[in-house]
């Protein structure tokens, strides 16, 4: 099993993380979200798909994992 974080996909926030083998016979994100896999970041974090590494603030927009105030920033 491979750890997701599923992502609401208008607000590109983390709102949840699962274990999940990635078969859509047997389970898939609801409509409106997506699973990325990934050991990094968590809830309420933002994903940037065109990114690259991990920020350390909710102004690294240039990042993949950006953490929003109240996560753990350093803001």
């Not at 607000?11 to 896999?37: H, M, Q, R, Y």
């Not at 968590?42 to 590494?53: A, D, F, L, Q």
Request: no cysteine.
């Amino acid at each position: 099993m491979t750890n997701y974080h599923i992502i609401n996909a208008s607000t590109k926030i983390v709102e949840n993380s699962v274990e999940w083998d990635g078969d859509t016979n047997k389970w898939a994100p609801l409509d409106g979200f997506v699973a990325i896999a990934s050991t990094v970041s968590g809830i309420g974090w933002k994903y940037n798909s065109e990114g690259v590494g991990i920020g350390t603030t909710s102004g690294d927009t240039n990042n993949m994992w950006i953490p929003q105030i109240g996560y753990g920033t350093t803001i």
